[in-house]
């Protein structure tokens, strides 16, 4: 423990985001922070730009707002780039994704039409239910990172960007389970010069951004930089990383009523959860193979918030499913059905249902912002890495071999500003509060 906390170099310039996938999430993202710097919408859902972190005792009243806490790059000094494999540009693909009206995106149609596409290392043996045409060709996976790289580094240079920071907001690919290939940095070197199954197109950007000494973070539940070659490899060149899965719908309610339900004590049953949706994501996961990596991020949850170890009398063998229907009148306008049924003193039951109609691509893009900027105050205060603090934002969150990852949404907010006081050098907050009635 540091006692001062850490040194955390300036924020100064601008900070580029590089967005592989310039699709819902994305554009909805940079629609909205261009809005936001208009001052026309406000970024709600945001922590870095609307939240609050108390500091020292209750009665201190020391409640600043984190972005007057803690140095964080200002959403004026932004500038976004990014590939996709379809060649519209980011108010063309806005449009197309349909999130946001077409009134507000016309208060932003510059900003947006200038971010055009870089042409994508993709192969559709990893996502099978798209085609594109916006695509780099290269005779080996090594190629490819090393065109991702010439990507990044003119990006840089052109708009005369300090640091950057990777999201990928890219499409959901198949399930792939660790292999020896992902086990260090020479065997994945090796894997991507003679062209390893094993390394799916995420990998090569989440490569690319490593050794380019930029942070990753992974908003899809694909393993991607999960590995211990990347894990290493960014501990080597000091670079902050982080996912897997924006937590957003049905998964974010499940984290917030999951801990709830434990905290008193209350057992399950079973817990059905279906959805529809209609956008590209919702056709992307159509496919089975694209859906198994998303069910086993969105399956995990419930296991490790509940601990049917340490509570077998209240969680043991509940039934737990998830569906996700592809239905395209909805749109990104998801809805998501759970039905719960659950047990109380004496073992009566009860059920809840939820029914929620929720917009995919607005519960996400606050995320992207988020792990943007905190990404970037991981680099400037040297924190390499898995930076699970940022768990809260994530599925599936990344996590040190030996420890189990905590889901529990409200654990994880704490750990997150207490981490934000541990770089300040401010005294972490204990909850006990004895001190008041002495
Ligand atoms: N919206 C949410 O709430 C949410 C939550 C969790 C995770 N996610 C994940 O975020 C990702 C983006 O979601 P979305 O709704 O924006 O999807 P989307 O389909 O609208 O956008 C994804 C874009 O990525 C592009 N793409 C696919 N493979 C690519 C590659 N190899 N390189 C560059 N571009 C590529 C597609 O052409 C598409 O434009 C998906 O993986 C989704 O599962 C979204």
């Known amino acids: ?71 964080l790059a200002n959403i004026n000094d932004l500038v976004f780039g990014g590939w996709d494999i379809f060649s519209d540009n980011c108010y063309q693909s806005a449009l197309k994704s349909g999130v946001l009206k077409k009134e507000d995106l016309e208060t932003v149609k510059e900003e947006l039409e200038v971010i055009k596409p870089w042409k994508a290392v993709f192969d559709k043996t990893y996502v099978k239910k798209l085609d594109g045409t916006n695509v780099k060709k290269a005779k080996t996976k090594f190629d490819l990172a090393l065109m991702l790289m010439d990507d990044i580094s003119k990006f840089k240079e052109d708009n005369n960007i300090k640091r950057m920071v990777m999201i990928w907001c890219a499409s959901t690919e198949i399930f792939m389970a660790p292999h020896p290939v992902h086990n260090d940095i020479e065997s994945f070197e090796k894997g991507l010069k003679e062209n390893a199954y094993e390394i799916p197109s995420s990998m090569i950007y ?83 193979e694209s859906f198994k990596t998303k069910e086993e991020s969105k399956l995990s949850v419930l296991e490790y918030i509940l601990q049917p170890d340490m509570y077998p009398e209240l969680y043991n063998n509940f039934y737990h499913k998830v569906r996700i229907n592809y239905y395209p009148p909805r749109g990104d306008n998801k809805e998501g059905w759970d039905n719960l049924d659950i047990f109380g003193w004496l073992g009566y039951p009860m059920q809840i249902k939820i029914d929620f109609l929720c917009r995919d691509s607005i519960l996400a893009a ?55 006081r541990y770089i300040k050098g401010e005294d972490l907050i204990t909850h006990l509060g004895l001190e008041y009635y002495d």
């Open 366 to 420: 606050p995320i992207v912002l988020d792990l943007a900027l905190f990404m970037d105050l991981a680099q400037r205060c040297k924190m390499k890495g898995i930076q699970e603090w940022l768990s809260f934002y994530f599925k599936s969150p990344m996590h040190a071999p030996e420890i189990y990852p905590e889901h529990d949404l409200f654990i994880q907010l704490m750990k997150l500003k207490n981490t934000l």
């Open 1 to 71: 423990m540091i006692e001062k906390g850490l040194k955390i170099e300036e924020p100064e310039g601008k900070l580029g985001i590089l967005l592989p996938g310039l699709g819902a999430v994305s554009t909805t993202f940079i629609a909205g922070v261009n809005m936001v710097k208009k001052g026309l919408k406000k970024p709600f859902g945001s922590l870095t730009q609307m939240g609050t972190i108390r500091l020292g005792k209750r009665n201190e009243n020391r409640v600043p707002k984190i972005k007057d806490f803690i140095k």
């Open 206 to 288: 989440a490569y690319a951004a490593i050794k380019s000494g930029i942070p990753f973070a992974n908003g899809a539940p694909n393993l991607t930089v999960d590995i211990p070659a990347l894990i290493e490899l960014a501990k080597e060149k000091g670079v902050p990383i982080g996912g897997k899965d924006f937590k957003t719908g049905q998964t974010l309610m499940k984290t917030i009523i999951a801990p709830g339900l434990k905290a008193r004590l209350i057992g399950l049953n079973g817990w059905f959860s279906t959805n529809i949706l209609g956008n590209r994501d919702g056709e992307v996961l159509d496919d089975p």
